[in-house]
């Protein structure tokens, strides 16, 4: 059963209001708008609060769409350089500075991030308020209580664990304001140390069972991968994140208590019929063809399909496109391993400056076969649509290079049933966003066992990952589903002499097996290496025929390791917030 999001939340509440209009109160009229505590200390009641916090996951509501989306696409991948805005240079003009590094606190973008995590968590704390309201008047029961507070508690974690992400900077002591449902607004800073309470909330939730019976809820693996992040992040305990990490590994579940493991395909992990297979230990739930008008779908999303309307998938709006250096990290030795410190000497030749009728040959070097499910280029079969034909496909390549994304895009046989019909396009789709697969918890156990100079210092993680990368019958194929498309070369390393080779190529690895997936630039602050790789990246993207129309100026300096605190927030907050540099 998948759990209903936020069109459901308001069919549940609208039934409360009215549960009791035949009882001979009628004449007891509550107010438009209002919920009052009879109503909410309920089972029911509870229920829908909690619901509504978990619709928040996707960073979405009638207020916030692209601009806040959890998906990462903006703030970790734009931003962590693995793709660029895409699209053109005035649509929108807001997400400019977040890839030139040049934001402002002043900038829209960043209050409506601000808002909508906020919002999250004063979600979780209704909840946690009407639990306990519940469980007073024996309305519910004391495991019942249990189950929704851990749950609350849970999500009001990790919404504050990405609030730190974005905006705390331990070197100035400025952090974010923790928000509980005991919290007096009138006092509230961010000069709080507020790690302990984020480990508090997380830990609360590895009390949950394995089974939610559900899978939009958290249970007490993907509490524990939240955890094991938050302590690696905030605090660099990776001793303590190792234990979480291996016990998810070696027999953790999604919450509907699916044993998790590694697909056997690397791209049936983004195929829509997949989104809650065996590598999700936690994805999402969009939905769509419900009543909501797409907002249950990809809404956060949307824009990031090819523009070739009515021939290609979304037919609108070619944002969020790869970076060369993205590309080029794919390429391989003669071993079938990456190159980690030398994979620009050597570009992946693309069309740019042809038209789709142009001849055109195809980079004949080695690869590793994740490219083709990461990036559509030119001349590679792009899921079922056909090959991708190039800059017709592109909006505009002079401004943000040759490159579409593809990790999120539906099947033209997934068309109309994994998609909205009768909207402006048919972006909106059921393809919930991964926020934990097991891949993920594989690479950060193999980067806490390097760091604690443990077991094989995370050979046998990584390997297990490339090995599943390394099955030809993953591999993307040509129109016969034989050939394969491009000439795909991937092995195992044969061992990690030392902490340093390990962590290396660890890190490159995270690169290679979740780019596009929302996590890029949280990995490079939890290494420090925010400033130094992003300067290198950002040195050669500007040497691409496109660089400098996007980047132009752009320098990478450490005031870029988070983002400004939204001045109007502490405007709001009457100087009470202070800003973070």
């Excluded at 009791?20 to 919920?35: M, Q, R, W, Y």
């Excluded at 590994?249 to 019929?273: C, H, M, V, W």
């Amino acid at each position: 059963m998948v759990l209903p999001r936020r069109f459901a939340v308001r069919i549940v509440l609208v039934s409360l209001l009215f549960m009791n209009a035949c009882s001979e109160d009628f004449l007891e009229i509550t107010p438009n708008g209002v919920l009052d505590n009879a109503v909410l200390a309920t089972y029911e009641g509870v229920d829908a609060l909690l619901i509504g916090a978990y619709s928040m996951l996707d960073g979405v509501s009638q207020s916030y769409a692209w601009e806040s989306a959890t998906s990462g696409w903006v703030y970790a991948c734009i931003r962590g350089m693995e793709s660029n805005k895409g699209t053109d240079s005035g649509d929108p003009p807001d997400i400019n500075p977040i890839q030139t590094f040049s934001e402002t606190s002043t900038m829209p973008y960043l209050n409506v991030k601000w808002r909508a995590i906020y919002e999250s968590i004063s979600r979780c704390n209704s909840a946690v308020v009407s639990a306990r309201m519940a469980f007073e008047s024996g309305t519910i029961t004391e495991d019942q209580n249990n189950s929704f507070t851990r749950q609350a508690r849970a999500l009001r974690g990790f919404y504050h664990f990405e609030a730190w992400r974005l905006w705390a900077d331990m070197n100035s002591n400025r952090f974010v304001p923790y928000v509980d449902e005991d919290t007096d607004f009138f006092t509230l800073t961010n000069t709080e140390d507020i790690r302990d309470r984020i480990i508090d909330d997380l830990s609360e939730g590895t009390k949950l069972p394995l089974n939610m019976n559900q899978v939009g809820r958290f249970n007490r693996s993907v509490s524990q991968v939240f955890l094991a992040k938050a302590y690696m992040q905030m605090y660099g305990n990776y001793e303590a994140a190792l234990t979480l990490l291996t016990e998810v590994a070696e027999s953790g579940t999604n919450p509907a208590g699916q044993k998790a493991g590694l697909e056997a395909r690397y791209g049936d992990i983004f195929d829509i019929e997949f989104r809650n297979g065996i590598e999700s230990i936690y994805t999402v739930q969009y939905s769509v063809n419900d009543g909501s008008g797409g907002i249950n779908g990809s809404w956060g999303e949307v824009l990031n399909f090819p523009y070739k309307t009515g021939e290609s998938p979304g037919g609108c709006c070619s944002f969020f496109q790869p970076t060369q250096d993205f590309v080029n990290s794919f390429r391989t030795d003669s071993d079938g391993l990456p190159y980690p410190d030398s994979y620009n000497e050597e570009i992946v030749s693309s069309d740019i400056g042809l038209k789709p009728q142009d001849p055109f040959t195809e980079y004949a070097g080695r690869l590793d076969p994740r490219l083709d499910w990461s990036v559509g280029r030119r001349g590679i079969p792009y899921w079922d649509w056909g090959e991708h034909t190039g800059a017709d496909w592109i909006r505009d390549p002079s401004y943000a290079g040759p490159y579409s994304p593809k990790k999120q895009v539906y099947k033209r046989s997934q068309e109309g049933i994994y998609t909205e019909v009768g909207t402006w396009t048919s972006g909106y789709t059921a393809n919930g966003y991964r926020m934990i697969r097991y891949a993920d918890v594989l690479l950060l156990k193999a980067e806490c066992e390097a760091q604690t100079r443990s077991d094989d210092l995370g050979l046998g993680e990584v390997n297990a990952v490339r090995t599943r990368a390394s099955n030809p019958n993953g591999f993307v194929k040509e129109a016969d589903e034989v050939t394969p498309a491009a000439n795909y070369v991937i092995g195992p390393y044969p061992v990690f002499p030392d902490e340093q080779f390990a962590l290396k190529a660890i890190k490159f690895e995270r690169k290679l097996e979740m780019g596009q997936e929302g996590h890029r630039y949280y990995d490079l602050q939890r290494w420090g290496d925010v400033v130094t790789e992003l300067s290198r990246i950002l040195s050669f993207e500007k040497s691409m025929p496109w660089g400098n129309l996007i980047y132009g100026r752009a320098i990478v300096g450490p005031e870029d390791v988070n983002f400004p605190i939204p001045q109007r927030q502490i405007d709001l907050h009457q100087g009470r917030l202070v800003q973070n540099r």
